[in-house]
């Protein structure tokens, strides 16, 4: 499969701590993007990274891209009850013009 | 901007029956595409289109027809309704910047699809 493998599956933490969510892929990409998707609604994009980046920043959002490991990192910090929802990765595979989704981490923040 | 908009919000059919999901952008994105999500899944790809009369099949294209005659708009049309095609559809735009590469896709708000 093409897509991006996120975990873990599920991660459950208290408001105000890191979440750390992680996407693997198998192919060379050109980018790897982040989507949150709250529930019962469309996906919203988050922060691209290029395969050419390292490392990208938006606002508590922190992003990773490790090409020779095939993976990128998800971190939230300093999380809020409104951030809890399903967070999905999508590589976008070099000659590939279409993004496939992983089954997405889903993330719930405790009071 | 409207963004991406999809029609109609929920749908019922019964076996057999078939139907047109609506799906138009206007933001003049070359890309579109159509996803399926069942409950606790990730997305699907059906089908997407790079341009106006080019479409290519996705992961799951079966049962599923789509054309692209305008850049604006991407019906995917239910051939033959079966109970399996049960799940929530999104429609998603995007656009390229240089070369090939394409950036963020800009999601419409699903449709709920139910067959009997």
């Known amino acids: 499969s093409q897509q991006g493998e996120e975990d873990p599956q599920a991660l459950s933490i208290q408001e105000g701590e890191n979440a750390t969510m992680n996407c693997s892929y198998k192919?060379?990409?050109?980018?790897l993007q982040w989507y949150r998707q709250n529930s019962g609604r469309g996906l919203v994009h988050l922060i691209l990274i290029r395969s050419n980046e390292r490392e990208k920043h938006s606002g508590r959002l922190r992003v990773t891209l490790d090409t020779s490991k095939k993976s990128s990192s998800l971190l939230i910090t300093a999380s809020r009850a409104a951030d809890t929802a399903s967070y999905f990765c999508?590589?976008?595979?070099?000659?590939?013009?279409?993004?496939?989704f992983g089954q997405g981490t889903r993330l719930t923040i405790n009071p | 901007n409207a963004g991406v908009t999809q029609t109609p919000k929920f749908q019922v059919l019964k076996t057999g029956q078939s139907m047109t999901l609506q799906c138009a952008q206007d933001?003049?994105?070359?890309?579109m595409s159509w996803y399926r999500q069942d409950p606790g899944m990730g997305l699907r790809l059906i089908h997407y289109s790079v341009g106006a009369g080019i479409t290519d099949q996705g992961e799951v294209p079966n049962g599923y027809n789509v054309s692209r005659s305008t850049t604006e708009d991407f019906p995917l049309r239910l051939l033959s309704a079966a109970p399996s095609q049960t799940s929530v559809y999104f429609c998603?735009?995007?656009?390229?910047?240089?070369?090939?590469?394409?950036?963020?896709?800009?999601f419409g708000p699903g449709t709920r699809l139910t067959v009997l």
């Open positions: 192919t060379s990409i050109n980018n």
């Open positions: 933001m003049n994105h070359e890309y």
């Open positions: 999508a590589p976008l595979i070099q000659g590939a013009q279409k993004l496939v």
């Open positions: 998603a735009s995007s656009y390229r910047t240089s070369g090939r590469l394409y950036n963020e896709q800009f």
